[in-house]
């Protein structure tokens, strides 16, 4: 009897992840812009457990380094291990952080496509923004499974950008706090599931 030839081994499935991105609960901000500011959070341990449950089960959590990150990774799921990433951090705002947000510049009649290039002094733009944080999702993304995420509007918007293809499209999108969003990363492309839903 002729033994069978070898056969090729199975090539392995392509990883598919689920990135599941959820802004911070409300800063203590003050009424002042807090992109690099390190300000706390007031996090009602019943939304985040009711949001906690709407994300479902999670194989793996990073966050932002940004205290209120952090505070709202502990009461989504207390006790679990939080990898830290300091390119998930908002956007810099430069001489406008601190601002009043009534104070801002006006940017007058602006292109969403400058706005997403436009930095304020001493910051990054929101283009700059994608170019350091859109890395880390993917990243992320190519270990595969469920990820939460835990960060800020601007990272969230990044991760829309990615999967739209449209930098200055995702500014178009509301990010609230406590809000879920939800992207599915294959290696075909990524793309959007959900996106800023919250609890009642």
Do not use: K
């Not at 200055?168 to 492309?189: D, K, M, Q, Y």
Request: hydrophobic share 50%; net charge negative.
């Amino acid at each position: 009897m002729i033994p069978p030839p070898d056969l090729p081994a199975p090539l392995p499935a392509p990883r598919v992840a689920t990135l599941i991105l959820i802004r911070h609960a409300p800063s203590d901000d003050q009424g002042r812009l807090a992109g690099r500011r390190d300000v706390s959070a007031a996090v009602d341990a019943a939304a985040a457990a009711a949001l906690a449950a709407l994300a479902g089960p999670v194989d793996r959590i990073a966050a932002s380094p940004a205290l209120r990150c952090r505070l709202t990774a502990a009461a989504l799921w207390p006790g679990a291990d939080v990898d830290q990433d300091a390119r998930l951090w908002e956007q810099d705002f430069g001489a406008w952080e601190g601002a009043a947000y009534a104070h801002l510049p006006d940017l007058g009649p602006i292109t969403a496509d400058e706005l997403a290039r436009t930095a304020p002094p001493g910051g990054e733009s929101f283009a700059a923004l994608c170019d350091r944080t859109i890395p880390a999702l993917e990243d992320l993304a190519r270990r595969g499974g469920r990820i939460a995420v835990v960060a800020h509007a601007g990272t969230v918007r990044a991760a829309i950008a990615r999967a739209t293809g449209s930098t200055a499209g995702a500014l178009a999108f509301r990010v609230a706090p406590l809000s879920l969003t939800v992207i599915e990363a294959h290696p075909a492309g990524w793309a959007v599931t959900c996106v800023n839903r919250t609890v009642a």
